[in-house]
């Protein structure tokens, strides 16, 4: 087992005695959203600001069942993974077709539509108010109303997308998908249909998202309106760039960074985007991997140090 996935597991076990459980789930959940949203960024080179769609559309729907009808929790993972995929299928339909700066107001254009829809459609989102009441289902004996059980699940299925998205980037698929990021053409050249493979990504970056979405509206038993709002989608953006795009556990380092500045920081300083910003500074200017790079570059110097240290000796 590598170094990396021992973090991950230390960080599994020890998050909730350093934080609020509440917390702790939010930042798993934050980094599952991430995991999906860097399949497109970090290994196919699409930068959407429209994966709060997928985010927001799979929590209002498996939201609405779980309040109105108490369906399984498992069908309501289903389901908004489902919804997830479907509404990044539609999406991705329109935004494959063009490229650049097109597509990045395309993905940002079509979150503002759907954000409106959930904004007028008051009978079944609520509207301004979000949607409240979402409640978290006995599953075989288990009390999700308890926040360390249901930090345990989410903690669970984090550790399992984690293992997904693994087998993706690393298979055949997720090597093509970054030679259609170094250069489309060569790829297309080659024989891959560059947009049916970028349709792909988004489907399973949706899908991500939608389980995200889910899990989300059970910790906080709402979904609000925020929730499929251009603001959430940027920051998943902006915790995927800290953390490190085109790294596995980039979105996972991003996502503490982030939740901790915006749960912990917050309480005891109301000013704590300006280290936000100043993160995003020095990761655009020094650190394009974000954290992930910072952390390799580190380890490489100390071991040129050591080097270094035995040959003078």
Not at 66 to 77: E, R
Not at 137 to 144: A, I, M, S, T
Not at 153 to 168: D, G, N, P, Q, T
Request: glycine letters at 12%; proline letters at 3%; aromatic letters at 16%.
């Amino acid at each position: 087992m590598s170094r990396a996935w021992l973090a991950v597991f230390a960080a599994v076990i020890l998050l909730p005695l350093a934080v609020r459980h509440a917390i702790a789930s939010e930042i798993w959940i934050f980094a599952i959203f991430g995991l999906g949203l860097n399949l497109l960024l970090g290994y196919t080179g699409l930068l959407s600001f429209g994966q709060s769609t997928f985010f927001g559309s799979a929590g209002y729907v498996s939201g609405y069942l779980l309040k109105h009808y108490g369906i399984n929790v498992f069908a309501a993972l289903g389901i908004g993974v489902l919804v997830g995929a479907v509404s990044a299928a539609l999406v991705g339909y329109l935004c494959v077709q063009r490229s650049g700066l097109y597509f990045i107001m395309l993905t940002f254009a079509l979150n503002q539509m759907f954000y409106f829809i959930a904004y007028q459609w008051t009978t079944v989102t609520g509207g301004e108010d979000g949607m409240p009441g979402i409640g978290r289902p006995v599953l075989l004996g288990v009390d999700f109303r308890q926040p360390l059980a249901y930090y345990i699940f989410v903690a669970l299925l984090f550790l399992v997308s984690l293992w997904v998205m693994k087998r993706i980037v690393e298979s055949p698929l997720g090597k093509i998908l970054q030679a259609i990021r170094e250069n489309e053409v060569r790829a297309q050249a080659v024989g891959y249909d560059g947009a049916r493979l970028k349709l792909l990504a988004f489907v399973i970056g949706g899908a991500f998202s939608g389980l995200a979405g889910v899990l989300y509206a059970m910790l906080f038993g709402i979904v609000p309106l925020e929730a499929i709002g251009f603001v959430f989608s940027g920051n998943v953006v902006f915790a995927t760039l800290i953390g490190g795009s085109g790294s596995l556990y980039g979105p996972i380092v991003g996502s503490f960074v982030f939740i901790w500045l915006s749960e912990s920081v917050s309480v005891v300083w109301a000013r704590w985007p300006l280290l936000l910003g100043v993160a995003f500074v020095i990761v655009v200017i020094f650190f394009r991997g974000g954290c992930v790079e910072a952390w390799a570059r580190f380890w490489s110097w100390r071991e040129r140090r050591r080097m270094a240290t035995r040959l003078a000796s």
